[in-house]
């Protein structure tokens, strides 16, 4: 039984030595093989105690849950530019807007409802991540100034502020939100 176990060890041994590279760089230096592989970078988080961690995590189900509405936000923005841009009367892209934010409304008011406050203070800061406009400019600039304030005042309501910018240098949670959205799309979590 000794011997079987040590024959199974050898072969192994050899097998593990005689593997081929196929991926990758490699150079044979003083006959060990050395492979140049690229890794893909990583960060380590270190919490200070367990509420930390929790608080991370809870910020973590925030940003996967409200990145696909971001995702759509973004998309729609840069297809209603483009269709603004090619219909030249100002009563007919009143028009456009107008059918669209119905559509839209339609569409995500029930999905969007559901949130809660905490969901909309990321959505708020993510869609100024992809967009680089605060969401008080998106709505100014294709609802108006009046519907922007409305909006803005009922967000003040709900302890939101949809003129809150993205600043992951200075603030930690917009720079955690930041590790997050960078480690779900490494992982596939997020496109």
Do not use: C
Request: aromatic share 12%.
């Amino acid at each position: 039984m000794k011997n079987f176990v040590f024959y199974i060890l050898i072969f192994f041994n050899i097998n593990l030595y005689s593997q081929n590279i196929v991926d990758g760089n490699f150079e044979i230096i003083n006959g060990d093989t050395v492979v140049y592989l690229d890794l893909p970078e990583f960060e380590v988080l270190e919490f200070k105690n367990r509420a930390d961690r929790i608080l991370y995590n809870r910020l973590k189900r925030r940003v996967l849950k409200v990145y696909p509405y971001v995702q759509i936000i973004k998309n729609k923005i840069n297809q209603i530019k483009i269709t603004l841009d090619s219909i030249p009367k100002r009563s007919s892209k009143r028009k456009y807007l107008k059918n669209e934010t119905r559509m839209l409304k339609n569409e995500y008011s029930k999905q969007l409802k559901k949130l809660t406050i905490s969901d909309g203070k990321v959505l708020v800061k993510l869609v100024h991540r992809e967009t680089n406009s605060t969401t008080y400019d998106i709505v100014k600039s294709y609802r108006g100034r009046l519907n922007a304030l409305f909006w803005q005042t009922t967000a003040l309501f709900w302890d939101n502020n949809l003129k809150t910018t993205y600043d992951p240098v200075n603030n930690k949670e917009d720079m955690l939100i930041e590790h997050i959205v960078i480690q779900a799309k490494l992982n596939g979590e997020i496109n």
